[in-house]
């Protein structure tokens, strides 16, 4: 019996995909600057949660580990 996996292969999971591994990066920036002693402003926690960009969150979550406030992740260099 052939199961019909073409689903898993479309747009759309592909996009389920992208947003659970936003969410899950965006969490992962919390939790490191959390861990930090950072605070982190609720307009700051938006903006992170807010976020579906992968490679956004990406340069983000390298800054967080030595950021010592949000605005320095959320800095362009």
Do not use: N, Q, Y
């Not at 292969?9 to 592909?14: A, D, F, N």
């Not at 919390?30 to 700051?44: H, K, W």
Request: hydrophobic residues 40%.
């Amino acid at each position: 019996m052939a199961v019909d996996l073409s689903f898993f292969k479309s747009p759309i999971s592909e996009e389920i995909r992208d947003e659970g591994r936003a969410e899950g990066r965006a969490e992962d920036i919390l939790v490191i600057l959390e861990r930090r002693g950072v605070d982190v402003p609720d307009e700051a926690r938006e903006r992170i949660t807010g976020c579906g960009d992968l490679d956004t969150l990406s340069r983000w979550l390298v800054r967080a580990v030595t950021a010592s406030s949000t605005e320095e992740i959320f800095t362009e260099e």
